[in-house]
């Protein structure tokens, strides 16, 4: 009975430190369950924050595309902005130098006016004195018709006289 109860108790003792290694284990195997499910969580968290880091470059990815596609469409706009701006101003210039085309031709006209007034002016202050000498020398002429008349009568006298 002494060995049995020995036994006994070293079963018992044995069986307590089985328990105890059991609840142990079962203690580790929690720790290792808990640390299992917080690695998993952790890792489901990191999945999730890189899947809403590709969300998120793919959204930043689709606001530069349309970005740029706005810059392009802006610089085309700019160019085409540029583009009338020059030619307005080129046009600015040749309205410019029309009117000063305008003006010279304006001049040249109220010159060349000028001109042919004065041309007018001298072409009659011309005739005027023509007219006139015209007139003395016709008056010179009749002037003298009369002495030849006078003289008319007296001229064949005149050759004779020098003929001889």
């Known amino acids: 009975l002494g060995k049995a109860k020995i036994e006994l108790e070293n079963v018992c003792a044995a069986s307590r430190e089985m328990e105890k290694r059991q609840r142990k284990f079962e203690n580790q195997l929690a720790e290792e369950r808990e640390n299992v499910q917080k690695a998993t969580r ?17 959204s930043l990815r689709n606001e530069l595309k349309q970005l740029n596609e706005t810059i392009d469409e802006k610089e085309r ?26 003006d010279a031709r304006i001049r ?48 064949p006298l005149q050759l004779m006289r020098k003929k001889m």
């Not at 010159?111 to 004065?118: D, G, P, S, T, V």
């Not at 002429?141 to 008349?149: A, K, N, P, T, Y």
């Open 42 to 58: 952790e890792q489901d968290a990191h999945v999730q924050k890189l899947r809403s880091s590709e969300a998120t470059i793919l």
């Open 77 to 102: 706009v700019r160019r085409m902005l540029q583009l009338e701006q020059d030619e307005s101003v080129a046009i600015e210039d040749l309205e410019d130098k029309l009117r000063l085309f305008e």
């Open 108 to 155: 040249l006209e109220a010159n060349i006016e000028a001109l042919c007034a004065e041309n007018d002016i001298t072409l009659m202050a011309k005739n005027l004195e023509a007219e006139h000498k015209c007139k003395s020398h016709m008056t010179q002429l009749q002037e003298v018709g009369q002495d030849d008349q006078n003289e008319g009568e007296e001229f």
